[in-house]
């Protein structure tokens, strides 16, 4: 098998949770994918100093939250955007960035920017902390980096529409995901049993 085969973390967690998803409407589900996949090209251009174009508006307030986060909070991004490997356990997976934090640690982040907390979080970050090690990247501690929609007021009706978008930036630090590595590591025996790499 090649390693352009092998199935992402994503995938592997998706298959767990496709219940969770079945209750958001797809139109909602589109449209978070598109401002997720934007906002992390936005915030990971900014922590590499890259030159950035003009933000299209509807995504300013998340990429506000996180950069105001993280010019309170980080030194030096170290990497970023990475695709790793495991060639024993057969699976791939791209984490957003190592940093170097103002308190003097340094941690592995992922950027989430759905609306609600995600069982599957800490699920991921597990399996990118076993591909990190495994590649030789350190860090002393992994967190999620939750940009959360918000409002001024709660809304209600039509008044919603009026409402300016305020995002927050909550920070969720795992201090030992061993626990979570043994679910992925479950989910991925079921996803190679029922997605065979083999041909039985």
Known sequence: ???NEYPRV????GKQTLEEMRSIPIEVL???AVRGSKVHEYCTAWLNKHWIPEIEPEYEPWFNAFTGWAQDNVVECLHSSQRLYDDVK????EFDFIAVLKDGTTALCDIKTSSVKS??????LAAYKHLCEL???QFDKI???HLKKSYSKKPTGHDS????????ALVYEYEDVSQYWDIFASALTCYDYFHTKEKL
Do not use: H
């Not at 994503?10 to 967690?13: A, P, R």
């Open 1 to 3: 098998m090649e390693r």
């Open 10 to 13: 994503t995938d592997i967690i």
């Open 30 to 32: 589109a449209n978070a």
């Open 90 to 93: 057969r699976f791939t997976g």
């Open 119 to 124: 069982k599957s979080w800490p699920v991921q």
């Open 135 to 137: 590649n030789g990247y």
């Open 143 to 145: 967190c999620n980096i």
């Open 161 to 168: 529409q009026s409402l300016p978008v305020v995002v927050d």
